[in-house]
């Protein structure tokens, strides 16, 4: 199936593992050259790497703190210096931290609304006139069940999550006139090491073996198992697309059944 992405230039954000380094794999393998930004520079490298020998295609590591603005502009500058233009977006993080109400202070609030909803803002400020450039573009959100269906133990995210959506409408709206389509993708669990840290964060607070929170975590799950990152990849390749040229403000889930809700 033609994806019309070969020779666009996508960026990436939290791509040294996990479902980050998942979509750069995915977007690279249809050809799009990808710029990958995560923290830990060793780390990054040896995905960017993995990623460029498995599909053929250019990448390009940046290392990148999220939460720091002047790090956001260095990004996307780096990113349209080296390619020439800049067509998709991909935002994505690191999860906030775990904890109840009660167990969270003031800080806690602050880092997480500069690492969920700020680097997403920021990140789209930088982005956005580089698209209008090219005529085009796409931004693609990826969220949380959690901006759907709250989840015990994350009120930063069941917070911040909803949050992100409704950027993310509001600015389809704004954008669609310029070319520009602006979804979210809103995984279920999946294995990866924050679905692990949050088992573990969980076991510890009720005092049960870590199995008993992954066994429970699954039998939630319609389709009885977590799913692979490559497979919220997919749909975040899709929507930056061709084939999804006529999509914009959704927040797709891809949970495996997991939230009740029908809207």
């Not at 210096?81 to 800080?107: M, Y």
Request: aromatic share 4%; with cysteine.
């Amino acid at each position: 199936m033609e994806t019309g992405l070969r020779g666009k230039v996508a960026l990436v954000c939290a791509a040294s593992r996990g479902l980050g380094k998942a979509t750069a794999m995915g977007l690279a393998a249809e050809g799009a050259h990808v710029a990958m930004c995560a923290r830990h520079m060793p780390t990054l490298e040896a995905a960017a790497a993995e990623i460029a020998g498995a599909t053929g295609s250019e990448v390009f590591a940046i290392a990148a703190d999220l939460t720091r603005r002047a790090d956001i502009a260095r990004l996307v500058q780096q990113t349209v210096e080296h390619f020439g233009g800049l067509d998709i977006l991909v935002t994505n993080s690191g999860g906030p931290k775990a904890g109840l109400f009660s167990a969270l202070t003031s800080s806690d609030w602050r880092d997480a609304v500069d690492l969920l909803l700020l680097s997403v803002v920021d990140l789209c400020y930088e982005a956005v006139p580089h698209m209008k450039l090219r005529g085009g573009g796409r931004i693609v959100n990826i969220t949380s069940i959690s901006s759907k269906q709250p989840v015990a133990g994350l009120i930063l995210s069941n917070v911040l999550r909803p949050a992100v959506v409704g950027l993310s409408k509001t600015l389809s709206n704004e954008l669609a006139r310029d070319g520009i389509l602006v979804n979210s993708v809103a995984p279920g669990y999946t294995r990866t090491d924050r679905v692990i840290e949050l088992a573990e964060a969980a076991a510890r607070r009720e005092g049960v073996p870590v199995e008993t929170v992954e066994r429970r975590t699954v039998q939630n799950i319609p389709l009885g198992r977590m799913a692979e990152p490559s497979e919220i990849a997919h749909m975040v390749v899709f929507l930056a697309s061709d084939r999804g040229g006529y999509i914009t403000g959704t927040n797709i889930l891809v949970d495996g059944g997991y939230v009740r809700g029908t809207v």
